[in-house]
Every structure is written in structure tokens, then in C-alpha cells.
């Protein structure tokens, strides 16, 4: 072996050098990223589903989206652009339960909210009519690929918290359908967004139980399976993890992303 | 054989945008000393075999995945929306994973939508952070003028008809071409970067309803959500062909030279190619 060369004493000086900053780099790297995540714990901007492989991925989706998206509204459409006839999608066979309340014209259907509210309640859906009606005409879009636009009438639902009150601490409303294993759950920014409806219509006329009549959770900046068919219950909470897996709601259990705004 | 250690030597010294005359084969033993000082530059800079493989995996995620959510609705529509009930733009022959999916086919495939749209998303997330350092550090280290885009003295069509009529007679790459990319490299690797990555990103965030909700501009220019379904599958088919154009001209170039190249940096001297020819 011969004596190294001044190139090559200068290539060790270098990578010395680039060891050190690229270390500094590591570390400031590191760093970052805790304090991001300090931060986006504070600020909310954590799913509940965010361990895991693709915790990452579902992280930043749902921080980036919360961020662009906390008050923005999902496009609206023309009448005629309402696809007709709407497309339902398939939905279990109803239970015996579902059957007694659909011979008896839904009319002993009820929807009971509870938790972080000053006054839990319960209500019809002749109640739920009773506060003024807000349409909508907009996109529900299923994450398989297919889509169709709808009239949409209900209550918004910021309108039914106001009724019960709810805390400031909450962070998170659960809501659960009639049918077993089928409960979602929404951050307040969704809960309070204006588009977020207790539907009981459809293109002018009461909601079909195809499409989740008599009461739909509708979301429409989320792809189909946050709008849960078949309400029966809300429950208002600062924390996911006493529910199911607490994984935030059933997706994520079933292997689909809780936040859906994608 | 010394002849050969230091040929490797002075060829590993050469920039890596130096064009290396067809003549340079035969390296006088006396030419390292000419060029002093000058750290060994590698084919492709650490940045560019880092991203590039990055990309790879994410890309074979994304294909993976996007099949799979492709395969719950095989149809495709044209405007704002399309299902079941509507007519198709075209329809792919395929069984599908759900039941109400008229396809002709008498079973159905088994639900693999929740994975594929959690690994979707998030190899869609490194590959995005992967091109932005790419972009940033090509546009500091000039790569994409000094290596990337084409030579103002080669864009004419004397130059580009005889680079395809190459192309056309599947004409091993010349020895200068492990150094420096030929004309239809420096367009398409450019279109693949600057076009349809760029398209395929677009297209897809113009199929999330939350973020057109903030930025609706995005998927209304491209006349609706189902339009923008289609078109970004009709860019991921356009990227899918240039990867298997891509591995093919890996394969005829030589296979372990070129992958040589990407991985170590080293790319093979016209001596070592020789080697590998026999």
C-alpha cells in the first residue's frame, strides 16, 4: 500500500465534516419532529388510528386536510345535475328490530344524544323536523370509485348540539346505527361544520331506507362510510379510546382509515 | 490489469455530465495525474440513487394498491359522477371485490380496500416528499439543465429521427451513453418528472372530497370527480408503460451496469463493458 494522497486526506477531512453535519442534521431532524408532534397533539391534528404501519400516511392526510379544510364547503350542485335514480348501495338485511319500527312508520324511531352535553335528550324524527330544514345538493362519493349527487334535507347537526349543550372539552362526537358494529366518530370540526346534516330526506321526499332512512348521518367532505345509515344514538367525548378498540370508530377495526376525507 | 484499476480511476474522476469521447478507451497510465484534487464523481450523485429507489418502492405500492381499489369498481365514467346505474365511459374486464358491481363475472374477489387505501395514501405521501427533494436539490445542483433536460444542439429532427431509428433497431447504447443520457432520455425522463407525476398527483387529490372543498378549481377544470378518476388511471397507465420501457432499455443497455450505476454510483468504464460483453 502506498501513502495516501492529498486527494484522499482531503476526501477523509470531507467525510469527517459530512459525518458531523449530517449528524447536526439528524438530531435537528428528530427534534422537529417531536416538537411536530407536540403540536399536533395540542392542536388536534392526531387521528385516533395513527399507529401502526400507515399511522404516517394517515397522520398527515388527515393534519394537511384538517388544516386546508376546517371551514371549507364540499362543492354543491344544480338540481339538475341530481343523478337519477340515486344509487344505494347494499345494506344488510334489516333486523327484527328495524322491521317493528318500519311497520310502524318509523314514528317511535329515536335518536338519543348523550355525554359531554349540559342536557341529554332524545328525539324523533317528527322533532328533528320541527327545527328548520336545510337542503343540500351534494356529492356522495363511495371510496370504491362510484358517485351520485342527491338532494339531501335534514337538520344540521351543530343545530341539535346547540340544543343539548355541549361542553367545552368535547373533541369528538360518536354516532351509532341501529344495524350491530356500525358506529363512526367525527372530530368538532366536522360536527360543527354546516354541511354535517341528521338527514331524513332525499330528492324532496322522506329518506328511502335503501339510503339509510329513517335518520343518515350525512358527511359530505368524507367518502360514504362516515355517513353511517340508520342513526339511533350521539355521544359527545374528548376521547376515542374508551369506544370499541378505541381506534376511533369501526374502520379502523375493520381495516379502513377513520378519517375519510380522501 | 493495472491498466484497467486505473482507468476505472480516471473514469470515476470524470464529471458526471462529461461526455467521454468514443475514442477514450485506450487511457494513456500518465492521465490521473491531470486531474488533481477532484473527488470521485459518481454516475449518479448519492441524492439521485437515493430518490430514484425510493420512488421505485412507492411506486410498486401505489401500483399495488391502486389495482386493488381499482378491482371494488372496474368501470369508468366521464363528468361528475358514475355507478351501477350509469353509463360507462369503458369498463375493464375484470371480476371486481363487490357483489352489486355488474361484471359479468359469477363471483367476487375478496375485499382488499381498507390496506390498499391506507398504503395508497401514505406511499403517496413519500413519494411526494421524495420528488420535493429531488426538485429542490436538482434545481441547486443543476441537474436537471446539466443532465436532465435535452442539449439546445441536439433538439432537431436530423438528431431526434436517427436517436429513434437507434431506439427502432434496438442498437446497443455507445460506451459515452453510461455517462450521459441520450436524447430520448432527456425527454422523457423530463415528461415523466415534470408531466405526469405532476398529473398523477392533481388527478388524485382532485378525487378527495375534503380537499376540493377547499380548492374546487382543482377538480372542476378537469370536468369532474369521475373525470378525474379516469384520468388518473389513464396517467398511472402512462407511467406503468414508461416503466416497462424503462427496465427494458435497463436490460438491452446491460443489465449489471446500469443498476451498478444506480445503486453504487460506479458506472462501467468502456473496459469493464467489454468485460461484461463477453
Known amino acids: 500500500?502506498?501513502?495516501?494522497?492529498?486527494?484522499?486526506?482531503?476526501?477523509?477531512?470531507?467525510?469527517?465534516?459530512?459525518?458531523i453535519t449530517t449528524g447536526i442534521a439528524a438530531a435537528a431532524g428528530v427534534a422537529g419532529l417531536g416538537v411536530a408532534a407536540r403540536l399536533a397533539q395540542k392542536y388536534g391534528l392526531v387521528p385516533p388510528d395513527h399507529g401502526g404501519i400507515y399511522g404516517l400516511g394517515e397522520t398527515l392526510t388527515y393534519a394537511s386536510q384538517r388544516l386546508l379544510t376546517r371551514h371549507s364547503l364540499a362543492r354543491e350542485f344544480s338540481s339538475s345535475q341530481i343523478s337519477k335514480p340515486p344509487f344505494a348501495n347494499e345494506v344488510e338485511p334489516p333486523t327484527d328490530e328495524f322491521k317493528r319500527f318500519q311497520a310502524g312508520g318509523f314514528a317511535d324511531w329515536r335518536l338519543s344524544v348523550n355525554g359531554m352535553v349540559a342536557r341529554p335528550a332524545s328525539f324523533s324524527?317528527?322533532?328533528?323536523?320541527?327545527?328548520?330544514?336545510?337542503?343540500?345538493?351534494?356529492?356522495?362519493q363511495c371510496e370504491e370509485g362510484w358517485s351520485y349527487i342527491a338532494e339531501w334535507i335534514g337538520v344540521p347537526l351543530t343545530r341539535v348540539l346547540d340544543v343539548v349543550?355541549?361542553?367545552?372539552?368535547?373533541?369528538?362526537?360518536?354516532?351509532?346505527?341501529?344495524?350491530?358494529?356500525?358506529?363512526?366518530?367525527?372530530?368538532?370540526?366536522?360536527?360543527?361544520?354546516?354541511?354535517?346534516?341528521?338527514?331524513?330526506?332525499?330528492?324532496?321526499?322522506?329518506?328511502p331506507v335503501g339510503h339509510g332512512g329513517p335518520l343518515r348521518l350525512r358527511l359530505p367532505r368524507q367518502v360514504g362510510y362516515k355517513s353511517v345509515k340508520f342513526l339511533t344514538h350521539l355521544t359527545v367525548t374528548d376521547s376515542l379510546k374508551g369506544f370499541g378498540k378505541g381506534?376511533?370508530?369501526?374502520?379502523?377495526?375493520?381495516g379502513y382509515a377513520w378519517y375519510a376525507g380522501i | 490489469m493495472d491498466v484497467y484499476v486505473r482507468a476505472t480511476w480516471y473514469y470515476s474522476r470524470v464529471s458526471d455530465s462529461a461526455y467521454i469521447p468514443s475514442g477514450a478507451s485506450a487511457v494513456p497510465a500518465a492521465v490521473p495525474t491531470v486531474v488533481p484534487n477532484k473527488t470521485a464523481a459518481p454516475r449518479h450523485s448519492a441524492l439521485v440513487r437515493v430518490t430514484h429507489w425510493i420512488t421505485t418502492l412507492c411506486f410498486f405500492a401505489l401500483l399495488v394498491s391502486g389495482v386493488e381499489i381499482v378491482i371494488s369498481h372496474p368501470r369508468f365514467y366521464w363528468g361528475e359522477t358514475g355507478n351501477d346505474l350509469t353509463p360507462t365511459l369503458f369498463k375493464l374486464p375484470i371480476p371486481a371485490s363487490r357483489?352489486?358491481?355488474?361484471?359479468?363475472?359469477?363471483?367476487?374477489?375478496?375485499?382488499?380496500?381498507?390496506?390498499?387505501?391506507?398504503?395508497?395514501?401514505q406511499a403517496a405521501w413519500v413519494v411526494v416528499f421524495t420528488g420535493l427533494l429531488y426538485l429542490i436539490s436538482g434545481l441547486f445542483t443543476r441537474h436537471f439543465r446539466k443532465n436532465l433536460l435535452p442539449r439546445g444542439a441536439d433538439l432537431s429532427w436530423r438528431e431526434l429521427s436517427s436517436a429513434i431509428a437507434k431506439h427502432l433497431r434496438f442498437e446497443r447504447p455507445s460506451d459515452a451513453e453510461a455517462w450521459s443520457y441520450n436524447l430520448l432520455q432527456r425527454l422523457s425522463y423530463?415528461?415523466?418528472?415534470?408531466v405526469l407525476f405532476p398529473l398523477v398527483i392533481w388527478t388524485g387529490l382532485a378525487m378527495s372530497p375534503a380537499f376540493v372543498s377547499a380548492l374546487p378549481a382543482t377538480?372542476?377544470?378537469?370536468?369532474?370527480?369521475?373525470?378525474?378518476?379516469?384520468?388518473?388511471?389513464?396517467?398511472?397507465?402512462?407511467?406503468?408503460?414508461?416503466?416497462?420501457v424503462h427496465v427494458g432499455m435497463v436490460c438491452l443497455a446491460g443489465f449489471k451496469s446500469r443498476m451498478r450505476a444506480m445503486i453504487t454510483g460506479r458506472a462501467a468504464t468502456p473496459a469493464a463493458t467489454t468485460l461484461e460483453r463477453t
Open chain 1, 165 to 207: 349543550g355541549v361542553l367545552p372539552q368535547a373533541r369528538y362526537v360518536v354516532y351509532f346505527s341501529i344495524e350491530p358494529d356500525t358506529w363512526e366518530s367525527i372530530d368538532m370540526a366536522d360536527a360543527l361544520h354546516p354541511q354535517t346534516f341528521l338527514t331524513y330526506g332525499m330528492n324532496g321526499d322522506e329518506l
Open chain 2, 219 to 244: 377538480v372542476n377544470v378537469l370536468g369532474g370527480q369521475q373525470s378525474a378518476r379516469t384520468l388518473h388511471f389513464f396517467v398511472s397507465l402512462a407511467l406503468v408503460l414508461f416503466l416497462l
Open chain 2, 99 to 121: 357483489n352489486l358491481v355488474p361484471t359479468g363475472y359469477k363471483y367476487v374477489l375478496p375485499d382488499q380496500n381498507g390496506w390498499s387505501r391506507y398504503l395508497h395514501f
Open chain 1, 247 to 254: 381506534l376511533g370508530s369501526a374502520a379502523p377495526e375493520g
Open chain 2, 190 to 194: 423530463p415528461f415523466v418528472i415534470f
Open chain 1, 125 to 140: 324524527i317528527d322533532q328533528l323536523k320541527s327545527f328548520p330544514s336545510h337542503t343540500q345538493i351534494t356529492m356522495l
Open chain 1, 1 to 19: 500500500m502506498s501513502e495516501p494522497s492529498r486527494v484522499e486526506l482531503s476526501n477523509r477531512k470531507l467525510s469527517r465534516r459530512r459525518l
